[in-house]
């Protein structure tokens, strides 16, 4: 297959790579995360309870075999990225994936949420082949190619700011809705089995529609000029060496990897409402009070970011991460307080949900400064390995905490040390999270040294000319 992409015609659809792009362009391209976040969220939100009360198979292996997968979907990244690099076609090299991936990519989600009758060993073995071919195989070859297109359909950089805001927009804004209104479409489908297949089937339909949207209305202007740019294994060595190196880098990468395991750990949501509040349909409502509150304070927050800086507004949004969980934990039955707790930590996580791979970038910058090594194709990949890992870990953790605190599903009533691991999971863990991240923000002073570092690296620049 990668024989004949390559050998296909290049017929670029533009010269004008800084060209100002259409709002209809822009929509499109957010279209695309929302059509991702049909499966992600879904997964990342709702596979855990669906393994376990539905195929029921035991939340402590649900969380092991999670963690597996994801750690293997991780490194997938590194080599998609380099197969997104080597295609070539008349569409591009990243939007074709759209349109090739987008019906294999509906496939994929209603083969996650089936669960046949293969006996005890056989639905495990379903389950994992299925969560890998859907979240590790075909998830990750058409999200690579979605997120390379930032860079392919324009070079102007207030142009991919906008595209990384209507990608965000769309991105939590379909994680809310998919919080909201899965559980009461699976109970409109008649509950069960074929409750959630139905709605497996809703949501591909979705995808696959959004994903013709995003190929159709957008266009890939960026071609390159050269073929200088190398994949061989002496580049990658150094690559690697230079990252391990590189101080800013590591913590950034600790920090967000802290903030997917969080994520990861939103799977919790449904046992939370559930069980504590014994309303398993207020998962809807504990979703929009996460998701929304980060949609409009991204909206918002770049006067803040400009004046104060990446690290010192992501402080104070770990903070209020943690002013908002020790609200909840005042009275966690309390449908108000856990509301204005979530409230709370949602504008305290926009921060880093913003910053995370722009500090990426700097620490691309920085390693360049410090080392001579430039390399942003790993760096990214890496950040994104770190994002699937992590959530991998909020999933395990999961499994094997409410497998100690003896949850046992399918139960409607369940121990005190069983409900105290759900509300340990939904309130104290973050708070410890929020405090790390405090810790490693403390070390993290290049803000303070980015203007310096970019004049010396202007100068080398100028004096190699």
């Not at 293969?118 to 859907?134: C, P, Q």
């Not at 860079?151 to 804004?173: D, K, P, Y």
């Not at 990426?360 to 950040?383: I, N, P, W």
Request: with cysteine; proline share 3%.
């Amino acid at each position: 297959m990668i024989r004949n992409i390559e050998n296909a015609v290049v017929e670029p659809v533009s010269n004008e790579p800084n060209e100002k792009l259409k709002a209809k362009e822009k929509f499109s391209y957010g279209a695309g995360n929302l059509a991702a976040n049909l499966l992600l969220t879904t997964a990342n939100a709702f596979i855990i309870f669906f393994y376990t009360e539905i195929a029921g198979i035991a939340v402590a292996t649900v969380g092991t075999m999670l963690f597996i997968a994801r750690f293997i979907d991780g490194a997938s990244d590194i080599g998609m990225g380099l197969v997104v690099d080597k295609t070539k076609s008349k569409y591009g090299k990243a939007r074709p994936w759209l349109r090739w991936l987008a019906i294999p990519y509906g496939l994929a989600i209603i083969l996650l949420f089936s669960s046949p009758n293969f006996g005890e060993t056989g639905t495990i073995i379903y389950a994992f082949l299925t969560y890998m071919f859907a979240v590790g195989i075909i998830f990750t070859a058409i999200s690579v190619p979605y997120n390379t297109m930032i860079g392919t359909m324009s070079q102007n950089q207030a142009e991919r700011g906008q595209l990384s805001v209507f990608r965000t927009i769309f991105g939590f804004g379909g994680a809310l809705l998919v919080n909201m209104i899965t559980i009461p479409l699976v109970e409109m489908f008649g509950g069960g089995q074929s409750g959630w297949q139905m709605v497996a089937i809703v949501y591909a339909i979705a995808g696959v529609f959004l994903y013709f949207i995003c190929f159709k209305n957008t266009k890939e202007r960026v071609v390159a000029t050269s073929q200088a740019t190398r994949t061989d294994g002496v580049l990658i060595k150094e690559g690697f060496k230079s990252l391990v190196k590189n101080k800013y880098w590591l913590i950034v990468i600790a920090i967000m990897i802290l903030g997917f395991i969080n994520a990861g750990l939103g799977a919790v949501n449904i046992y939370y409402a559930q069980y504590i509040l014994g309303n398993p349909a207020l998962v809807g409502v504990i979703g929009m009070a996460s998701f929304l509150p980060i949609i409009v304070t991204t909206i918002f927050i770049a006067p803040f970011l400009k004046k104060f800086g990446n690290r010192n507004v992501a402080i104070v949004g770990a903070i209020l991460s943690i002013i908002g969980s020790l609200i909840i934990a005042l009275n966690p039955a309390n449908i108000v307080f856990v509301l204005t707790g979530l409230i709370i930590r949602g504008i305290g996580a926009a921060p880093l949900v913003v910053v995370g791979f722009a500090m990426l970038g700097d620490t691309v910058d920085y390693g360049e400064y410090k080392h001579g090594v430039r390399s942003e194709g790993l760096t990214f990949s890496a950040g994104t390995f770190g994002e699937k890992v992590g959530t991998g870990i909020g999933g395990m953790l999961l499994g094997l905490i409410m497998g100690a605190g003896g949850y046992i599903g399918g139960q409607a009533e369940q121990t005190q040390s069983a409900l105290f691991s759900i509300e340990f999971l939904f309130i104290y863990l973050p708070v410890i999270f929020a405090f790390i991240t405090i810790l490693l923000l403390w070390f993290y002073k290049l803000d303070k040294e980015y203007p310096q570092i970019l004049k010396a690296l202007q100068e080398r620049k100028a004096n190699l000319t």
